[in-house]
């Protein structure tokens, strides 16, 4: 069974890493899920939705000229779930939510940056 675009196929994450996850598929083909397909919601840690061995569904959304396949889980999540579609919460709410995340966001910038330095200083 070859897969094609737009399909869903259960598969097993065999690779974690910091730009996503490798999935394979039942074919013995591998794809990639790339941490923006995660989830609808900001992705800091890919560990803190998958681990390894893990089996989950994903929808094939491309495979280029070399065959690489594309996949996502988060275009099979209710779209209802993403956070900027949350009627129910406050300007104030949100506006907390944002600042928090943006906090999260600069300090992992942060520490990226202090890394690089530390590491041209050996």
Excluded: C, W
């Excluded at 259960?10 to 394979?24: D, M, Q, R, Y």
């Excluded at 094939?60 to 999540?77: A, H, P």
């Excluded at 520490?111 to 330095?117: C, D, I, L, Q, Y």
Aim: proline share 2%.
């Amino acid at each position: 069974m070859s897969v094609e675009v737009g399909s869903t196929v259960e598969g097993k994450v065999t690779g974690i890493t910091n730009f996503g996850a490798f999935i394979e598929l039942p074919d013995g083909d591998t794809g990639l899920v790339h941490i923006s397909e995660i989830a609808n919601t900001y992705v800091k840690d890919i560990g803190n939705f998958l681990e390894e061995g893990e089996e989950v569904k994903v929808k094939v959304i491309n495979i280029d000229n070399e065959g690489k396949i594309g996949l996502s889980i988060k275009q099979l999540q209710d779209p209802s779930d993403r956070i900027d579609h949350a009627p129910n919460k406050s300007f104030e709410e949100k506006m907390d939510e944002f600042l928090q995340q943006s906090s999260e966001r600069q300090s992992d910038v942060k520490k990226r940056f202090e890394k690089r330095g530390d590491s041209n200083r050996s």
